[in-house]
C-alpha cells in the first residue's frame, strides 16, 4: 500500500470524504477495491504499473457500459459511468494527443520491424508498456491495423 499512485488515492479519498463528495468518493473506493481484490486473489501487493493497468481496464469497462446504456435509452446510468470515468482518469497519466499516438505506432513499426498484419503483436508489445493508462488501446489497436493492413 505505499506505492506512490496508491498513497494519492487515498490521499484523495480522504479529501473526498472531507468535502463530502459522495460520487466522488464511491468511485474512488470502487478503484481502491479492486487493488484489494487483486492483491487478495493473486497474494500479491499491487504496484504501480499494476495499478495503471487496473485503471486502464475499469476505463474500457465504463466505456463498453456507457455505450450500452446509451443503446438502451438509460442516459441516467450512463451519466453515473461518465462521472467514474472522469475521477479514474484523474489518476492516470496526461493522455498521449493524436500525434503523439501517431509517432509512438510508427516508431514500433519500424523498431519491431513488423511488415503484416502477421507482425502486429510484436508492434503492440512495444507500445503497450509505453501507452499503458495513457491512450485507449482499442484505438493503438486501430491505428496499427491501418497503418500495417
Same mark, same amino acid.
Given at each position: ?15 473526498a470524504m472531507?468535502a @463530502?463528495?459522495?460520487?466522488?468518493? #464511491? #468511485?474512488? @473506493? ?6 484489494? @481484490? ?12 499494476? #495499478? ?9 469497462? @465504463? ?41 509512438m ?21 512495444l ?23
Amino acid at each position: 500500500m505505499s506505492t506512490e499512485l496508491r498513497t494519492r488515492i487515498s490521499d484523495a479519498m480522504k479529501d473526498a470524504m472531507r468535502a @463530502r463528495e459522495k460520487e466522488r468518493l #464511491a #468511485a474512488i @473506493r470502487l478503484i481502491l477495491a479492486e487493488f484489494k @481484490r487483486i492483491e487478495v486473489d493473486e497474494r500479491i501487493e499491487v504496484d504501480d504499473d499494476r #495499478a495503471l493497468a487496473v485503471m486502464d481496464k475499469m476505463l474500457k469497462q @465504463r466505456r463498453d457500459s456507457i455505450s450500452q446504456f446509451e443503446a438502451a435509452g438509460r442516459a441516467d446510468l450512463a451519466d453515473v459511468e461518465k462521472a467514474e470515468m472522469l475521477v479514474i482518469q484523474d489518476f492516470l497519466p496526461t493522455q498521449l494527443s493524436a500525434e503523439e499516438l501517431d509517432a509512438m505506432v510508427t516508431k514500433a513499426i519500424a523498431d519491431s520491424g513488423a511488415e503484416s498484419m502477421r507482425d502486429m503483436g510484436k508492434a503492440m508489445a512495444l507500445i503497450k508498456p509505453q501507452a499503458a493508462g495513457r491512450a485507449d488501446m482499442g484505438d493503438v489497436s486501430k491505428l496499427l491495423k491501418a497503418k500495417l493492413g
